[in-house]
């Protein structure tokens, strides 16, 4: 599991996100209320605007043909009390340094047998 963690827009208790157990709502965030979405006035006293974005990175090994990365979320209230949304999801795969050398090699080689190719050709 990359990340366990609460988040918090305006819960006074806090979130576990951010360098200690408990902290702050918003902490971290990258952005906040640049969303546009509305917690309605059947919660609060009034409508407001309440969200937040945030901005993670992780890098770890990997070895398997296949990657299976699940999103997911538990012990949420109704969608129109809380939610969230991911966007932007970005994985890239970097080859290990030891392999690096071999990868340049065998694309030196293929780049050297088409040129022979086309010269015979």
Do not use: C
Not at 40 to 68: C, E, G, K
Not at 78 to 94: F, I, K, P, Q, Y
């Amino acid at each position: 599991m990359l990340l366990d963690a609460t988040f918090s827009n305006g819960n006074t208790a806090g979130q576990t996100f951010g360098p200690a157990a408990i902290n702050p709502q918003l902490t971290g965030a990258a952005e906040t209320y640049s969303l546009g979405y509305v917690v309605p006035a059947s919660i609060l006293a009034a409508p407001q605007v309440m969200d937040s974005v945030y901005t993670l990175r992780y890098t770890f090994a990997h070895s398997a043909d296949q990657l299976t990365l699940d999103f997911s979320g538990y012990g949420l209230q109704a969608m129109d009390d809380e939610s969230w949304g991911l966007d932007n999801v970005h994985v890239s795969m970097v080859p290990e340094p030891g392999v690096a050398p071999m990868l340049a090699l065998g694309m030196l080689a293929v780049a050297w047998g088409a040129r022979r190719r086309v010269k015979t050709s």
